[in-house]
C-alpha cells in the first residue's frame, strides 16, 4: 500500500528515523565536546561556542575521531540492531555479528561517521528550529515581540509581522523535509554499508553448513537407535507370540530382550534429546555412545532373540578383542553393524552371516576395519522391499565417509551383502 507525502514525511517509520538520527547526533557528543576544547585552546584559549566559525571547525574536528573509534567490533553489531529497529530495513539485507574483515570495518567506519555527522545537523536543527519557528509565528499576536531586544526589529510596519508566520511555517517545513530526506538517505546506504560482504556470506554459509551437519548426525543417531530397536522389538514380539505355548523359555528370553533392547534405547534416546535441548555432548548424566568393543556381543543376543540366526566372525587382530580401536572407529562400525542387523530383520530371511576383521589397506598400508554382512533377500511378499538409498544406509554411509570410509550395499551372487571400510590410522582415542 502507497503512503501519500504526508506519511512518508511524518508517518511512523519517518518519526523512526528522525529519533534514530537524533540518537545519532546525542552519540558525537562526547566527541564534539573533546575537540571543541582542542579547537578552543588552538584559537588561543576562547570558547569554542562562542563562535559559529569555531563552532564548525570542532564539528568537522570531531568526524575522523569518530570514524577510528568505529573499527571497534560493537559497533556493527550495535548499529545493525539499531537500523532493523528504526529505519525499517530487512534484516536478511544486514550483516550479522562484528566486522572480521579491514575491508568490512572500513564500511562500518563509513556508516558511523554517516550516522554521527548527519545525526548531528539534524539534532542541532531540532533543537533550534522549532522555538525559532513558534516565536514567528507568534510575533503577530504579540506586540512587545516587536520591540523586544530579540533580532526581530526589523518587523517595524504594519504589513511585515504577517509575513513572520509564514517564514515559521516554512522553517518547520525545511526542518520536517531534511529530516525525512535524511533518514531516507541512511536507510539506503545502510545496506551498502552495513550489509553482508563476501567473508560474511561465507562464515554464515560455513556456520549453516556446521548447523546441518549437527542436524544430519542427530538424525542418523535418532534413526539407527530407534529404527534398530523398534525392528528388533517387533520381531521378539512375534517370536514369543508364536512360541508362547510351545517353548516357554524362550518367551522369557524374548521378554528379557525386549527389556533390555528398550531400556538402552530409552537411554540413547535420551542421550540425543539431551544434544537438542542443551546442544552439550558431554551431559555428565548421558548415556555412553555404544561401541563396537563394549556393545557388539549384547547388540548380536538382543538380536538373535527376535528368532534370527547369526554368525558372526571377528577378527580384531593383535589384542584379541576391539577394545583396542580408535574410539570414533568403535562407535562408528556399531552403529554400522547395527543398521546392517535391522536390514537384514525388516527385509532378509535366514540366517546373516557377519565378519569383522582388520586388515591392512590394500592401497594406504595402514590399517582398516572391514565389515561384511550378508543374508538372503526374503521371499516375494514375505518382508519389505529392499532398496539400496534408504535413510538407514545413507545414514552409514555418511558414517563411513567422515572416516574416510565406504559403504557397499545391494544384491551379491544370490545374497544381499553390506559392506563397510573404515580405514583406522589417525583416529581418536
Not at 185 to 206: C, F, H, K, S, W
Not at 363 to 368: D, I, K, Q, T
Not at 371 to 385: H, L, R, S, V
Request: hydrophobic share 45%; glycine share 12%.
Amino acid at each position: 500500500m502507497k503512503r501519500g507525502a504526508p506519511g512518508r514525511l511524518l508517518g511512523s517509520r519517518a518519526r523512526l528515523r528522525w529519533i534514530h538520527l537524533i540518537l545519532g547526533g546525542a552519540l558525537l557528543m562526547p566527541y564534539f565536546l573533546l575537540t571543541q576544547v582542542g579547537v578552543g585552546m588552538a584559537a588561543g584559549g576562547v570558547n569554542a561556542l562562542n563562535s559559529f566559525p569555531l563552532t564548525l571547525a570542532a564539528y568537522a574536528a570531531a568526524l575522523p575521531l569518530v570514524a577510528v573509534t568505529a573499527v571497534f567490533g560493537l559497533v556493527r553489531p550495535l548499529s545493525v540492531a539499531a537500523v532493523r529497529a528504526m529505519c525499517g530495513v530487512p534484516g536478511e539485507r544486514l550483516a550479522e555479528g562484528p566486522a572480521r574483515s579491514w575491508a568490512a570495518r572500513g564500511r562500518t567506519s563509513a556508516w558511523w561517521t554517516l550516522h554521527l555527522g548527519v545525526g548531528a545537523v539534524i539534532s542541532g536543527m531540532t533543537l533550534a528550529v522549532p522555538p525559532m519557528a513558534v516565536l514567528l509565528i507568534t510575533l503577530p499576536l504579540v506586540s512587545g515581540l516587536r520591540e523586544a531586544e530579540l533580532g526581530l526589529g526589523w518587523f517595524t510596519s504594519e504589513a511585515d509581522p504577517y509575513v513572520a508566520p509564514l517564514i515559521g511555517i516554512g522553517l518547520l517545513g525545511g526542518l520536517v523535509l531534511c529530516a525525512a530526506g535524511a533518514g531516507a538517505l541512511l536507510a539506503r546506504m545502510a545496506p551498502v554499508l552495513l550489509g553482508p560482504t563476501a567473508a560474511d556470506r561465507l562464515a554464515a554459509a560455513e556456520e549453516r553448513a556446521a548447523d546441518l551437519a549437527v542436524r544430519n548426525r542427530l538424525a542418523r543417531e535418532l534413526h539407527d537407535a530407534v529404527g534398530h530397536a523398534l525392528s528388533a522389538v517387533t520381531l521378539q514380539a512375534v517370536a514369543a507370540r508364536r512360541m508362547l505355548e510351545r517353548d516357554p523359555e524362550f518367551v522369557r528370553e524374548a521378554l528379557a530382550a525386549i527389556e533390555d533392547t528398550t531400556r538402552r534405547t530409552v537411554g540413547e534416546l535420551d542421550a540425543v534429546l539431551g544434544l537438542l535441548r542443551d546442544g552439550d555432548p558431554a551431559r555428565p548424566d548421558a548415556a555412553p555412545a555404544p561401541t563396537l568393543g563394549a556393545d557388539l556381543d549384547g547388540l548380536l543376543a538382543r538380536t538373535r532373540a527376535a528368532g534370527t540366526t547369526i554368525t558372526a566372525h571377528q577378527d580384531p587382530g593383535p589384542g584379541g578383542d576391539w577394545t583396542g580401536l580408535p574410539a570414533i572407529a568403535s562407535r562408528e562400525a556399531y552403529r554400522i553393524v547395527q543398521e546392517g542387523l535391522s536390514n537384514a530383520l525388516r527385509h532378509g530371511a535366514g540366517p546373516v552371516d557377519l565378519r569383522i576383521r582388520v586388515r591392512a589397506g590394500h592401497e594406504s598400508g595402514h590399517r582398516e576395519l572391514e565389515i561384511t554382512m550378508t543374508n538372503a533377500p526374503a521371499a516375494p511378499g514375505e518382508g519389505q522391499p529392499r532398496t539400496t538409498g534408504g535413510r538407514g544406509l545413507t545414514g552409514s554411509a555418511e558414517r563411513a565417509a567422515l572416516l574416510g570410509g565406504s559403504v557397499e550395499a545391494g544384491p551379491y551372487e544370490d545374497q544381499w551383502r553390506l559392506r563397510a571400510v573404515l580405514p583406522l590410522a589417525g583416529g581418536d582415542r
